[in-house]
T-cell receptor
Framework: NAGVTQTPKFRVLKTGQSMTLLCAQD?????MYWYRQDPGMGLRLIHY???????AKGEVPDGYNVSRLKKQNFLLGLESAAPSQTSVYFC?????????????FGQGTRLTVV | KNQVEQSPQSLIILEGKNCTLQ??????????LRWYKQDTGRGPVSLTI?????NTKSNGRYTATLDADTKQSSLHITASQLSDSASYIC???????????FGTGTRLKVLA
């Protein structure tokens, strides 16, 4: 049981390039989330999904797009990368959005935009 | 503004000693509070989840307490081990939203 798997683990992009981060979960979870973690700040929600085919904006959605075509996958896209998007990105999933539902996190993707 | 503040920012203790980490929040209305452990280069892993009606919850050597009246929580680690070296993150959820407010974490270093 792999849990939540993120691909790739590391990536260096040049300003203006595009890329897609993949998150895959094998726990049949309905809810999936993308966060970014920056030094001195708590994790911030970028986008989330409450089920296959749905997406919604989080706290810091600008510059990112997402898609949830399959229940097990949640993709985060950067169309034109900027240095401000240098961060560690975490994907998480949970069975439901209920208050006490536990969220499981992936191992993170460290992205550097130069 | 909903906020979660943790203290201290960092802490160094000797193996076998106990320690307590603090979390103060202003999130309202409050749904639940979680403590996560994040090892370097890894994603956060849940330690405890508490609702407003719970005062304490344990997970092995980790014990979390919650005072919903004063909006304070603490995480007590007993008989620390080298493997406890990590960042500990307090997370608070507001009622009726999917939004979790993350603290910036306390970085704990346990020395042999």
């Amino acid at each position: 049981n792999a849990g939540v798997t993120q691909t790739p683990k590391f990536r260096v992009l040049k300003t203006g390039q595009s890329m897609t981060l993949l998150c895959a979960q094998d726990m049949n979870h309905e809810y999936m989330y993308w966060y970014r973690q920056d030094p001195g700040m708590g994790l911030r929600l970028i986008h989330y999904s409450v089920g296959e085919g749905t997406t919604a904006k989080g706290e810091v959605p600008d510059g990112y797009n997402v898609s949830r075509l399959k229940k097990q996958n949640f993709l985060l896209g950067l169309e034109s990368a900027a240095p401000s998007q240098t961060s560690v990105y975490f994907c998480a999933s949970s069975y439901s959005g209920g208050g006490n539902t536990e969220a499981f996190f992936g191992q993170g993707t460290r992205l550097t935009v130069v | 503004k909903n906020q979660v503040e943790q203290s201290p920012q960092s802490l160094i203790i000797l193996e076998g000693k106990n320690c307590t980490l603090q979390c103060n929040y202003t999130v309202s209305p409050f749904s639940n509070l979680r403590w996560y452990k994040q090892d370097t280069g890894r994603g956060p892993v849940s330690l405890t989840i508490m609702t407003f009606s719970e005062n304490t919850k344990s997970n092995g050597r980790y014990t979390a307490t919650l005072d919903a009246d004063t909006k304070q929580s603490s995480l007590h680690i007993t008989a620390s081990q080298l493997s406890d070296s990590a960042s500990y993150i307090c997370v608070v959820r507001a009622t009726g939203t999917y939004k979790y407010i993350f603290g910036t974490g306390t970085r704990l270093k346990v020395l042999a």
